[in-house]
């Protein structure tokens, strides 16, 4: 696997995929909130999850990271996507080369 650092359109492209999933969330919110006590709810909970998802998926296909101690680039799986703290740019990932934990460098995978 192959990859590279990130551009100034694939910045763009994601923070307006992020707006869309806000706008969305907001929306779906809007709409489900006026059910019938509990459905709206429920409905709403799951269409956040499903989005999560569709995100989660997005960004193990999309990103890999690049540890910042040992500059080794890796690919993480959908679950750690899920279960591992992001901030913009970044992910708190184990290395799987020198088992450091650090904010991994997320880049951008070629295929
Ligand atoms: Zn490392």
């Known amino acids: 696997m192959q990859y590279r650092e990130h551009n100034e359109t694939d910045k763009r492209t994601n923070l307006l995929l992020l707006l ?3 706008i969305l969330i907001a929306v779906g919110g809007a709409y489900l909130a006026p059910l019938k006590w509990p459905f709206g709810l429920v409905i709403f909970l799951g269409f956040i999850a499903m989005l999560l998802l569709v995100l989660a998926k997005w ?5 890999g990271y690049r540890c910042p101690a040992c500059t080794h680039e890796f690919d993480i ?3 750690n996507a899920f279960l591992t703290p992001h901030v913009w740019g970044k992910k708190y990932l184990k290395c799987p080369e020198c088992y450091k934990s650090q904010w991994a460098i997320e880049i951008i995978k070629i295929k």
């Open 20 to 22: 869309f999933a806000l």
């Open 77 to 79: 799986k959908m679950i």
């Open 59 to 63: 960004q193990t296909n999309k990103f």
